[in-house]
């Protein structure tokens, strides 16, 4: 039966897929892309406090995958209102922060769990901060921003969407016969089409799934931590990216889609490689300017809280143990004195803005 836009697609097809998927295109780009990501991943072992990395480059990619679905901030309102000011931000950087705070929920889950279904859950939950669960009612469709046009109706039914992702949950652990020898990289990319076919979301889904995918690569020991910026390539190669997946449903066009997201995650995980080592030696430059202009106030501590939390209030002084509010106060001041940081008011409170950092952030 042909494939049809406005009919719910009950009849997708459980994985693995069909035919030869390790194709000699794909395990060409997959080495590229081990290569690249094993480079991200001894990257960031030369950063002794994995809390910088943690802290900035999952807010990029939370900034990116919220564009990716029109929701709109900046990376200055993603920093200004993370932590003590969320709740005065507005709804498009709230919901891009949740996004961030969902990952960072996933990839602690990692170290009781594997992935799962309820992974899932939770996270699109935690996106969403709502408690919702699996889609149990008819009616959800896909549309065509410009035309209004119905170009996907995804499976329905729970108990449907339920089997569907249990066989996706299978298949993304090697545990479908004939699945076990693919490359993580190469179940990586079946299983993100896999999981936006199933939709099993009201909402939320691509976030979700780009959320699954990060936690993956950590689950499968390719890396440490989820700081591979991978939304990045897809916001850039965004009509790609929708024509890939709906390719693979009506056409079954496997290899591009793969091929696409391989070359996503080389690409990104090349960037992600230029800007750790870049965040390495602007670090290091920073603690040798306070030690050598201000060495009454150096500690290797201050100098890496300030890249840690790049939008710094005198309260995270406090909470790191460095000083009483008035002895952080005071450090504070000193790094604006000897232009490291710009100090900025957010009402009645004060901030100390890490200007060379968040430019480094912001570049290409």
């Known amino acids: 039966m042909a494939f049809d836009t406005q009919t719910p697609y009950n009849t997708l097809p459980d994985l693995p897929p069909a035919g030869d998927i390790e194709t000699r295109a794909v395990l060409k780009a997959c080495i590229e892309a081990r290569a690249a990501v094993a480079e991200v991943k001894a990257a960031g072992l030369l950063v002794p406090n994995q809390g910088v990395l943690i802290n900035s480059i999952p807010l990029l990619e939370a900034q990116a995958s919220s564009e990716i679905e029109n929701i709109v901030t900046t990376t200055d309102q993603m920093f200004l209102f993370d932590g003590a ?3 005065e931000a507005d709804p498009a950087t709230k919901e891009a922060l949740r996004y961030r705070a969902a990952l960072w929920q996933g990839f602690q889950q990692l170290k009781d769990r594997p992935l799962t279904t309820n992974t899932a859950v939770q996270i699109c ?3 969403k901060g709502v408690e919702l669960d699996i889609r149990k009612t008819p009616g959800t469709t896909l549309r065509n921003e410009r035309s209004g046009e119905t170009i996907y109706t995804p499976p329905e039914g729970e108990a449907l969407l339920r089997d569907k992702l249990a066989n996706w ?3 993304m652990h090697g545990a479908l016969a004939g699945t076990d020898a693919l490359d993580p990289l190469v179940r990586m990319a079946i299983g993100h089409y896999q999981f936006e076919a199933i939709h099993p979301f009201v909402d939320g889904n ?5 959320v699954l995918n990060l936690l993956y690569l950590v689950d499968q020991g390719l890396l440490d931590i989820p700081v591979l910026y991978l939304s990045r390539h897809i916001i850039r190669n965004k ?7 709906l390719a693979v449903t009506t056409d079954g066009a496997w290899e591009p889609w793969i091929l696409y997201m391989l070359r996503g995650v080389a690409e990104t995980a090349r960037w992600t490689t230029r800007k750790i080592v870049a965040l390495r030696s602007l670090i290091e430059e ?3 300017r306070i030690r050598t202009q201000a060495p009454q106030i150096y500690s290797r501590e201050l100098a890496e809280l300030i890249f840690v939390r790049p939008y710094c209030r005198i309260g995270h002084l406090v909470e790191a143990g460095l000083g009483h509010r008035q002895t952080a106060s005071v450090h504070l001041k000193q790094l604006v004195a000897i232009g490291i940081l710009r100090e900025h008011k957010l009402g009645r409170e004060k901030l100390f803005l890490n200007p060379g950092f968040i430019e480094l952030l912001k570049q290409d």
């Not at 691509?206 to 780009?210: E, L």
């Not at 009509?239 to 997946?245: C, E, K, Q, S």
């Open 239 to 245: 009509a790609d990216y929708y024509n890939g997946l």
């Open 286 to 288: 920073t603690a040798e």
């Open 125 to 127: 939950r935690a996106i």
């Open 169 to 171: 949950e299978q298949f």
């Open 85 to 87: 000011s969320e709740s």
């Open 206 to 210: 691509g976030r979700t799934g780009r």
